[in-house]
């Protein structure tokens, strides 16, 4: 089974710093199968990135993503106060179709 | 744009069975694509559960493919999870969530269950 590991664990950060997000898989995943998801407390992930570095609905093109292979990474150019919440990547592929990252929480410094 | 409702019991004892269902609206099960089922236990991550076709067909997480079974009613616009045996470990956010090719794009708010006596 393919591990989504990011780091770090939590990011503290002020407003209008930059964020910058890693996951890192322990086997090869296609560009088009790594996504990322945003989550405020008490309410349900938001799909902020997928295929890699296509930014969803509605996501203001302060976030961007990247990468290839094993490590991706989602930027947040200028933090803004909604930006801070936690973070999870997610691969789809075999066994299970959907895996997640264990969450990196991006909190205010 | 597609919209997702959770709801089922919030408490379920021990080695009992947890029925939560999924209400699709806004678009027909059939043009919804996949749907799935993830969980989110207290304080912690996310874990994929399962998705349904509005056929029928079904992909289920390894880890839960002996205790739950999803369905589909297409008369009412819904699915649903059925996971029998648990414990306190499936104390959790239950969302349910529409695919869209390799990711989840709508969720709904979750529903939140736990198993205690």
């Known amino acids: 089974e393919i591990v989504l590991t990011q780091s770090p664990g939590t990011l503290s950060l002020s407003p209008g710093d930059r964020a910058t997000l890693s996951c890192r898989t322990s086997?090869?995943?296609?560009?088009?199968?790594l996504a990322w998801y945003q989550q405020k407390p008490g309410q349900a992930p938001r799909l902020v990135i997928f295929?890699?570095?296509n930014r969803a609905t509605g996501i203001p093109d302060r976030f961007s993503g990247s990468g290839s292979g094993t490590d991706f990474i989602l930027t947040i150019s200028r933090l803004e106060p909604e930006d801070f919440a936690v973070y999870y990547c997610q691969r789809y592929g075999s066994s299970p179709l959907y895996s997640f990252g264990q969450g990196t929480k991006v909190e205010i410094k | 744009q597609v919209q997702l409702q959770e709801s089922g019991p919030g408490l379920v004892r021990p080695s009992g069975t947890l029925s939560l269902t999924c209400a699709v609206s806004g678009a027909t099960i059939s043009e919804s694509h996949w749907l799935s089922w993830v969980r989110q236990p207290p304080g912690k991550g996310l874990e994929w559960i399962g998705e349904?076709?509005?056929?029928?067909?079904?992909n289920y997480n390894p880890s839960f493919r002996s205790r739950v079974t999803l369905s589909v009613d297409n008369s009412k616009n819904q699915i649903s999870l059925i996971l029998t045996s648990v414990t306190a470990a499936d104390t959790a956010v239950y969302y349910c969530a529409k695919a869209a090719a390799y990711n989840l794009e709508v969720w709904g708010k979750g529903t939140a269950v736990t198993v205690s006596s």
């Open positions: 349904i076709y509005h056929t029928g067909n079904t």
């Open positions: 086997q090869s995943v296609s560009s088009g199968y």
């Open positions: 295929g890699t570095s």
